[in-house]
């Protein structure tokens, strides 16, 4: 057994106050050893979290969720049914890490929370809300230290110690467990990460296709990748201007060559987009999307077709959040102009101002952002129908998915949801919204034999 807790490096290291949803890999990760999600989701299927199981009835307007029994937090307090309709109250009201309100409450409207024993929820919605269990696995339970700090969980590992942005001391709440401690440390810099890997000041480092050359496993280490369900792309003002014909959309996402992209910027370490979500998402595997190729010729032609080539183009970037944003916005505003159309870069050095604007729909005519919701319908929801026109929602309209999103929302069987959204997503491939990228691939490197690592596709790493 060591003697000295296995230390992991991350680019950063917080803990969320109660209620707030996070999509920070390094927070996912400190928070997933400390605390529960009530839901589990692994690659677009939802598992048993604090939630041990679940039903509905009434077509799926009434669930009931029941928790593992004799469920406590850190300090020995009961994670009732109780502390688990506060923490969803939390949730329906808390503003994102740019102060912009989560859609939690407008999704959740009108419905009704119960305690119907100690270890049974029981939740009522107005319309069948087959998602629901999907949306809990962004809601992780935690309460607050007398300090205010959001450090009591049930996950396996107690925070022994905490230094705010510093460090994290972890220690394991079943003997059994191995590794018994963590040391969470933060360090921004990806080559300082890397280096103490090398020096032995850390056994395992995250995010380390940040770095400028990431070794690959010549240096002697165990590395770990995962493509990441976060989605890598430009939206496209579809309520005006030349992305308004869907000919222009198609002809701007066959103008991008995305392989050639990835290599050129980051290593190769990316998966190319077909839709709007991932791989990993619920209904891609059964959408069975062919890649969207790199057809220049293609491209022209479809730009005549909408008429466009005239007007200069507004691309609107931020420095970062996508990483590499200014230099990805350079070979979009290159290769669009390959086909015709000329493009003007405004910069926005304010990221959290940036998507607010975004969010205001200040885009110019395409502006890079980045999609991180793993959850289907929320990405749907959020961003595509013009039925909801959700807070990220650009313009489009296309009344034949609409019907396609209203079945998939309303299926209750999961199989058969999952097929009810392949059949969105291929719509959405044939008439995008967005200009599709990638799906970044991230990596994880550890000292050989110090613990087992894995990486999943939000991620979240973990150890054992």
Known sequence: MRDRPVTIALPKLAFPPPGRVTDDTSVLTLRSLVQEPLCRWVDGAVLPGLFAS???DDGGRVWRFRLHPGARFHDGAACDAAAVIATIEEHLCGLDTFGMPWPYARYLAGATFAAETA????VETPAPFADLPEIFAEFFVARATPAGEALLGTGPYRVEGYDPGRSADLVATDPATQPARLRLVAMPDAEARHAALLSAEADV????????RPPLGRDGLDWTRAGNTLSVMYYLDCRQGLFAHAAAR???NLAVDRRAMLDQLFHGLG???????????????????????HDPDAAKRL????GGGADELLLRTPLHMPEGAPAISAMIADALGRIGLR????TEPDRPDYARQVGRGRIGDLAIFDSSPSSTFRVMDDKISAATRGQWWQGHDDPPLEPLFATARRTMDDAARAT???ACLRRLRDNPPWLYLFHPVELVAARPGVARVALDHRGVLSIG
């Open 54 to 56: 679940w039903s509905h």
């Open 271 to 293: 998966v190319p987009a077909t839709t709007i979500v991932s791989p990993w998402h619920l209904g891609h595997a059964q959408a069975a999307l062919p890649p969207l190729p």
């Open 119 to 122: 270890d049974t929820l029981r």
């Open 420 to 422: 009810a959204y392949a």
């Open 303 to 306: 730009l005549d077709q909408a």
């Open 343 to 346: 493009v003007r870069i405004e």
């Open 205 to 212: 480092a995250a995010n380390l296709e940040r770095m400028a």
């Open 250 to 252: 198609m002809a701007a």
